[in-house]
T-cell receptor
């Protein structure tokens, strides 16, 4: 009965590789998000989708590509991984794009070696 | 653009002490304000929120009041427990896209 789930929980990979992180929510929400938390715990939004449509795309390198196959899923694909991509990535969801409470997943810790 | 500033930690307290974490914000419109908590090794959980001026959010003994005149949303708890040790994030969201803008987080350590 997990609300927002992410896989994998940990991801260790080499520079230059391509990897994906998956997110699923079973709350029936229309809107999903990706946030990045750096080593100093600073959190910043990367993307948001509403009903599979991209709403927010912050200044994120185009190596990062979100994909939303349906409104319950928002995956994050990262090409040509760099050391600076090491972080914890959080997925979140909310009922809509208005100022609704966002519910966060447990996070995926990505380590690029 | 929007921004949130909160006091830097770590804040170290003894059990049953009073906790205050200051949070101030800058926003162009009328944001909703949130406190999220992150326990060690876990994701973020909503602690409380307020959607308009003078609203008070409360949960688990924590309280925060939306003060538009001082653009603040300070978090308080009257008597902390060891289990309150965590990182606390103040955040705001404006209607356009519901983008959460976070403060830098405040680590709180409660000692028995």
């Amino acid at each position: 009965d997990t609300a927002v789930s992410q896989t994998p929980k940990y991801l260790v990979t080499q520079m230059g590789n391509d990897k994906s992180i998956k997110c699923e929510q079973n709350l029936g929400h229309d809107t999903m998000y990706w946030y990045k938390q750096d080593s100093k715990k600073f959190l910043k939004i990367m993307f948001s989708y509403n009903n599979k449509e991209l709403i927010i795309n912050e200044t994120v390198p185009n190596r990062f590509s979100p994909k939303s196959p349906d409104k319950a899923h928002l995956n994050l694909h990262i090409n040509s991984l760099e050391l600076g991509d090491s972080a914890v990535y959080f997925c979140a969801s909310s009922w809509s794009v208005s100022t609704d409470t966002q519910y966060f997943g447990p996070g995926t810790r990505l380590t690029v070696l | 653009g929007d921004s949130v500033t909160q006091m830097e930690g770590p804040v170290t307290l003894s059990e049953e002490a009073f906790l205050t974490i200051n949070c101030t914000y800058t926003a162009t419109g009328y944001p909703s304000l949130f406190w999220y908590v992150q326990y060690p090794g876990e994701g973020l959980q909503l602690l409380l929120k307020a959607t308009k001026a003078d609203d008070k959010g409360s949960n688990k003994g924590f309280e925060a009041t939306y003060r538009k005149e001082t653009t603040s949303f300070h978090l308080e708890k009257g008597s902390v427990q060891v289990s309150d040790s965590a990182v606390y994030f103040c955040a705001l969201s404006e209607a356009a896209g519901n983008k959460l803008t976070f403060g830098g987080g405040t680590r709180v350590l409660v000692k028995p």
